[in-house]
């Protein structure tokens, strides 16, 4: 759970997990909507939503990644993000970018984001701007 001022950076509805469980079962717009939990010392600590188009190379998002109040300010933000990015690159090795949006106003996360290599494409997705991020294997094909 985030708190109440920066819930607008998150989504506009409550509860985010269970939105996110529900788009995973529904999912719309024809995508896979995969729900993760981050944990520490088995307590859960964050919580985010990879989205993905199924034979994509491109359209893989994050969405609605957070830590919970409690944890803020300890470092699992860049630490569960970091993990998150290397697990995706491993899981999804036809995977070449990873996107992702941040509220306009949120600068602790602009900052996280680009911190770990994520940059501003100049879009926007509903009113946010996207952030990208090449994954380990668009390097590798970059660097060949």
């Not at 994509?56 to 994050?62: A, C, G, K, L, V």
């Not at 993990?83 to 491993?90: G, N, P």
Request: net charge negative.
């Amino acid at each position: 759970m985030v708190s109440p001022e920066q819930q607008r950076f998150i989504a506009e509805y409550t509860p985010i997990a269970a939105i996110a469980l529900a788009k995973a079962y529904i999912r719309p717009g024809g995508l896979f909507w995969l729900p993760y939990a981050f944990y520490a010392n088995n307590e859960m600590v964050g919580f985010s939503t990879l989205t993905y188009e199924p034979e994509s190379t491109e359209n893989y998002w994050i969405f609605h990644f957070f830590i919970d109040v409690r944890w803020q300010g300890q470092g699992y933000g860049k630490q569960a993000l970091r993990s998150f990015v290397h697990f995706i690159e491993a899981h999804y090795p036809q995977c070449r970018a990873i996107h992702l949006t941040v509220h306009p106003e949120n600068q602790r996360a602009q900052h996280l984001y680009t911190g770990l290599g994520f940059q501003p494409t100049g879009a926007e997705v509903d009113g946010e701007p996207v952030y990208r991020r090449a994954t380990v294997a668009q390097d590798a094909m970059i660097g060949s």
